[in-house]
């Protein structure tokens, strides 16, 4: 089970760092992979990384702005966003792929979290 969690309110220009801690599963054996649904939208990708941290891959919507990390040893990972916009507004959901490279794709990702509310304000 994943658990995401840290979103709120926010003026453009802030930060938020969201988390997304697993039960029961041991994060390690997984990429783990970050997307985002605003309304009336598609559920889009955000970023992933890989098992180790060594590797990750962002949208071009994000890159530069948003950092991933993720620490094993208690089984979480991380989504740093920075210089939030008002189009980051969405529900964040991570998730987590046992596919042997980093996933980018929804299909990929058999385990998700319930999602976690990100709200940016002009």
């Known amino acids: ?17 969201l988390s997304c801690a697993a039960s029961g599963r041991t994060l390690i054996t997984y990429n ?7 309304p009336g939208k598609e ?7 890989s098992r180790s941290g ?10 530069g702005r948003f950092t991933m990390s993720r620490d094993n040893a208690k089984n979480t990972g991380y989504l740093r966003m920075n210089s939030l ?3 980051d507004t969405a529900v964040y959901y991570c998730a987590a792929s046992p596919a042997p490279t ?13 999602g976690t509310q990100v709200t940016v304000s002009s």
């Open 1 to 17: 089970q994943l658990q995401a969690s840290g979103g709120g309110l926010v003026q453009a220009g802030g930060s938020l760092r």
């Open 32 to 38: 783990v992979g970050w997307f985002r649904q605003a």
């Open 43 to 49: 559920r889009e990708f955000v970023g992933a990384i």
């Open 54 to 63: 060594s590797m990750t891959s962002y949208a071009d919507s994000v890159k």
């Open 85 to 87: 916009k008002p189009e």
């Open 102 to 114: 980093i996933a980018t794709t929804r299909t990929e990702y058999p385990y998700w979290g319930q």
